[in-house]
């Protein structure tokens, strides 16, 4: 009996002894699991819940509660402004639904500038941010990119005209990163077919700018270049005429100079009763 009791009491202790292992071994995984999980946390920052698009969502369409949807994001880059609050999104006795902007992929942040306000139809004026005008441009094949170009893209804009003095006229860029709104009656990407050739092309301007773009297209040619975005503004004047293109440079010729010889003036004397020059040089008179 002492020797099965012994035997057991030694097998019971190896058994503890494994359990102990493999309880330490668990608690080891579950530490490092949670030290990576902290280090997450602390690289993303704090989480805080946004709404998204729960699905894909055309130009025009009216939004609605179950279109979004709840999910965290890092706080330590929310764009500005991503609606955070449900009841700020859909305010109770809204004169309508808000209306989508322009069209949204699926979990694509909710952002101010994808939605109407409440009530508020999608038009043209609605993406006017405030202080803006809309300026139409007549455009056609020789303006660039008036087949490429669509609503939201970023555009600059150059003149090309008679300037007195320049023989063969100048191009100048009079704006640069300017915002597309609409093409021809598009407001919207979707609405454009590809390969189109616009007519004109309507931006978002400040008065002044509407001011230059007006005398702009009744002096010259407007011509367009697509920018990647609002970030691709340029400072400083970006010019060139015929000579500058061609690498022309005009010879610039001295003026002829004068030489004024200093005038000489003779003693004269009388021969014979007649006045005549001598050789010797005297101070003239003045």
Do not use: H
């Not at 001011?211 to 702009?216: D, E, F, G, H, I």
């Amino acid at each position: 009996m002492r020797a099965v009791f012994a035997l057991v009491l030694i097998v019971g202790m190896g058994l503890a002894g494994v359990a102990v292992y493999m309880i330490q071994g668990y608690m080891a995984d579950l530490e490092g699991a949670l030290r990576n999980e902290q280090a997450f946390n602390a690289k993303a920052g704090k989480l805080v819940e946004v709404f998204v698009f729960a699905k894909p969502k055309k130009y025009g369409d009216a939004l609605a509660e179950d279109d979004v949807v709840a999910i965290f994001w890092p706080e330590k880059s929310l764009p500005q402004t991503i609606f955070r609050d449900k009841a700020a999104l859909f305010p109770e006795n809204a004169d309508g639904p808000r209306y989508i902007m322009r069209s949204t992929e699926a979990f694509e942040p909710v952002l101010a500038s994808r939605v109407t306000e409440p009530g508020e139809l999608a038009s043209l004026t609605s993406k006017l941010e405030k202080g803006k005008r809309a300026f139409a441009i007549r455009v056609g094949m020789d303006s660039g990119i008036s087949n490429f170009v669509k609503p939201d893209d970023y555009i600059d804009i150059l003149w090309t005209g008679g300037v007195s003095g320049v023989e063969g006229g100048m191009t100048r860029q009079i704006e640069s990163a300017v915002l597309v709104l609409a093409v021809d009656n598009a407001i919207n990407e979707g609405q454009v077919s590809s390969g189109t050739v616009a007519q004109t092309v309507t931006v978002a301007a400040t008065p002044d700018q509407v001011a230059r773009l007006a005398q702009a297209q009744a002096t010259g040619q407007l011509t367009l270049s697509l920018a990647r975005d609002a970030s691709e503004t340029i400072s400083g004047t970006v010019e060139t005429d015929t000579n500058t293109m061609l690498g022309i440079v005009e010879e610039v010729v001295a003026p002829e100079v004068k030489v004024v010889e200093k005038e000489k003036c003779y003693a004269k004397q009388r021969s014979g009763g007649v006045l005549v020059d001598t050789t010797v040089e005297i101070p003239c008179k003045k």
